[in-house]
């Protein structure tokens, strides 16, 4: 079981919070002047607020497609969790997720939560890393049904590197997939490996012996994860389809965000399809919550799309709904978990 006050101390996690915030809105900061002054003249109005509304009530909707799957997937394990529990385990690992290097807090945080709400910890960690390697898959799907179906060319470099990370993402997960039904050429790999630094460094020569055997216990231990979900396939559709339909309200928010700047010329289709690569890319960015990058990337995405100085205005709001928003709630309800 977690301890509170060992593995998530809430004085660093603040301190970690404010960091990652204050660099973020500082690299929002220069960067919607830079594009302000690069566009010359704007004009800032919103000629259709009440989009704003619609966006955020589709990006509350997406949070909830996400806690929904949480609270039955825990049905695997015959425990009940309210939908509650759900959404402040989602929100939460959005959170520390956006506040840390290449999202890797947002595990830590979804797994301590669902252990307050009931489940055991292999179990929260089931839940919670199998699903991590849904939610890449699940982009997969999308970005290959929207290849299809809105075949149009999107003239963006920023579009083309993260379609090619997309499909070295595939190539990634049927190496794994392989190597879990043969592990055996993997294992060799890790005795060889032992032996090695065994015999380069004699204080080492435990190693040679546990190498090997770690290797094995976390190739048993992430089989057996994939198996029970294999056993019961409609939870793993279930799992797939929530988070295509989460994916699908999150990247519709920004359409939200064109009416609201009177911008009609692309399609709900593509401006989701456009989305898709470039999210998954930012995913395994190093710097919290991918400042500066996450900004540069939609505005030389969408830059080309827009007019009249409304990009800066674009990449502001979409960075307040897609990061700000999640972190706030997130921040809320974690804090709040933390001090029960």
Partial sequence: MYRKEETLNPRKILRQFI????GSVVALFFIVLSLLRREGPADLSLPYPHYLLFGFLLLFLGWSCDALRVKVSARLWRKKIRLRDGLTAVLSGYFL?????????GNVAEIYVLTRSGLSLSEAASLTLVGGVLYSLSLVILFLLFTLFSPEDVPSRIFSIASY???????LIGIVAFFLKFPAPLLFLAERIGNFLA???PRLENVQVEIPLLVNNFIIDLREK???FLRNPHYLGWNISMYCLHFLCLFGTTYFLFLALSETRLSPLSV???QIPLFFAL???????ASGVAELSFASLFGTLLEGGKVSILVFLWRL????SALGAGSIAFFRTLAR
């Avoid at 995913?283 to 919550?289: A, K, L, Y």
């Avoid at 709904?321 to 700000?324: A, F, P, R």
């Fill in 165 to 171: 990370l997309l499909g070295l993402y595939v190539v």
């Fill in 97 to 105: 997720s956006g506040i840390t290097p290449a999202n890797t807090g």
């Fill in 321 to 324: 709904y897609t990061y700000y």
């Fill in 272 to 274: 989701i399809r456009l």
């Fill in 226 to 228: 994939f198996i029970l």
């Fill in 283 to 289: 995913r395994f960015t190093p710097v919290p919550g």
């Fill in 199 to 201: 015999s380069r460094f």
């Fill in 19 to 22: 960091l990652g915030v204050g």
